[in-house]
């Protein structure tokens, strides 16, 4: 099993900054991908950004330029930097982790982009 705490949403304003933290626990050893989705109100969810272990990334045409994934290996923990922020990303975002064909989530962390 893999835990997954998010943290770091909150109000921001059109334009600002907000850096997501993801902590993963357990069994991250069998993790081979993690990444940060996100679902707005009405929507699916869908993929923001996300990395092998190989430390291959892929982003959303959405959110590139913008939006950089990083992680601390020591701390076990998974950041996306958000920086101009739009109104069009507001949303809850998920941690997600993937290993042994099992797809783990974490509790979600709102992001709201006051225009």
């Known amino acids: 099993q893999v835990q997954l705490v998010e943290s770091g949403g909150g109000l921001v304003q059109a334009g600002g900054s907000l850096r997501l933290s993801c902590a993963a626990s357990g069994n991250i050893f069998s993790i081979n991908y993690m990444g940060w989705y996100r679902q707005a109100p009405g929507k699916q969810r869908e993929l923001v950004a996300g990395?092998?272990?190989?430390?291959?990334?892929n982003y959303a045409d959405s959110v590139k330029g913008r939006f950089i994934i990083s992680r601390d290996t020591v701390k076990n923990t998974v950041y996306l930097q958000m920086n101009s922020l739009k109104p069009e990303d507001t949303a809850e975002y998920y941690c997600n982790a993937v290993g042994q064909g099992r797809f783990y989530w974490g509790q979600g962390t709102q992001v709201t982009v006051s225009s």
């Open positions: 990395f092998t272990v190989g430390g291959s990334t």
